[in-house]
C-alpha cells in the first residue's frame, strides 16, 4: 500500500484566497480546500506550474489577512498544492488559530497496489 506523503496532517479549510505569482506578477483568485502547518490546496481555474514561487494571502478577515511566499509542488487542471516557504510574522499566529480550531484531518487517499 502506497501512503500519503505528507509529514503533517491537513484540515479541510474552505477560504477566499489569492495567488500572485512572484516571475510574472500574474493574479488569480482561488478557493483554499485544505491547509496545514506546512501547506495548503488551492482550487484554481488556471493554476501556475510546478516549481512556480507565488505569494499566498487567505482573506478570511480582510483586516488580518494569511500572507505566505509558497512554491507550487504539484499543479493540476484545477488544483494546486503549496508549500509555505516564508510565512509573514503576524501570520504564524493566524495559521496556529485557525489549525488549533480544526477539528478532523482532513481523509486521505489511499492506494491499493495489486500483486500478480
Known sequence: MERERRRVPRYQFIAPAELVEEASGARSNSWVADIGSQGCSLSVSNPPRAGSVVWLKIGVDPRE???????????????????????KPNSSAILEKWLASAKFPKQTSVKKVESD
Open 65 to 87: 489577512p494569511f500572507q505566505a511566499r509558497s512554491t507550487v509542488v504539484h499543479s493540476s487542471a484545477d488544483l494546486v498544492g503549496l508549500q509555505f516557504s516564508e510565512i
